[in-house]
T-cell receptor, first 116, second 116 residues
């Protein structure tokens, strides 16, 4: 079984400042890793995903994340945030095995609030 | 349609009432997932369909929950004799392929169920 821990429930930051949202996972098998964003009253939208290869993954809206296998982490970063980045962010994992179908296990979410 | 569509967007049910939540996935998508998102929590997996076959229903919390996808497209999640603990947002997601975890899942806006 997999589990995901997002270490911060809320992250306030000022506009144009850098931000890091932390995610750690636990799994006895290989996993794929995802970050989703949820704007108010909207569904989840995929920001980026790590399947294999380069551990630094670039996504939409200027976000990137780095997979660290030894620390079982997949932290999300953005060098300069905008007001429009205010949303809730979810880290998720899925089993990477051949019989997997993509069931996602989510963390509890981090609310990012960008202040002017 | 362009995305995953869920209806109704909001549902208020009296305790003990039966409800049916509808999901229209993206046309041609093989995989369909239902998730439950309680207030302040990340989504939790309920069930998975590959075309019309329900391959995993391990996340359904009780036998009051039932899901179907009879023609491999539209899916309905039914909750019988609703209880207050069923209050949550129910999310539907679809992805193009089945049998792999690497495909992107597209989420609908969800149905917010409130049991009073």
């Amino acid at each position: 079984a997999q589990s995901v821990t997002q270490l911060d429930s809320q992250v306030p930051v000022f506009e144009e400042a850098p931000v890091e949202l932390r995610c750690n996972y636990s799994s006895s098998v290989s996993v794929y890793l995802f970050w989703y964003v949820q704007y108010p009253n909207q569904g989840l939208q995929l920001l980026l995903k790590y399947l294999s290869g380069s551990t630094l993954v670039k996504g939409i809206n200027g976000f990137e994340a780095e997979f660290n296998k030894s620390q079982t982490s997949f932290h999300l970063r953005k060098p300069s945030v905008h007001i429009s980045d205010t949303a809730e962010y979810f880290c998720a994992v899925s089993f990477a095995g051949g019989t997997s179908y993509g069931k996602l296990t989510f963390g509890q979410g981090t609310i990012l609030t960008v202040h002017p | 349609g362009a995305g995953v569509s869920q209806s109704p967007r909001y549902k208020v049910a009296k305790r003990g009432q039966d409800v049916a939540l509808r999901c229209d996935p993206i046309s041609g998508h093989v995989s369909l997932f239902w998730y439950q998102q309680a207030l302040g929590q990340g989504p939790e997996f309920l069930t998975y369909f590959q075309n019309e076959a329900q391959l995993d229903k391990s996340g359904l919390p009780s036998d009051r929950f039932f899901a179907e996808r009879p023609e491999g497209s539209v899916s309905t999640l039914k909750i019988q004799r609703t209880q207050q603990e069923d209050s949550a947002v129910y999310l539907c997601a679809s992805s193009l392929v089945g049998g792999t975890a690497s495909g992107e899942a597209f989420f609908g806006q969800g149905t917010r169920l409130t049991v009073v």
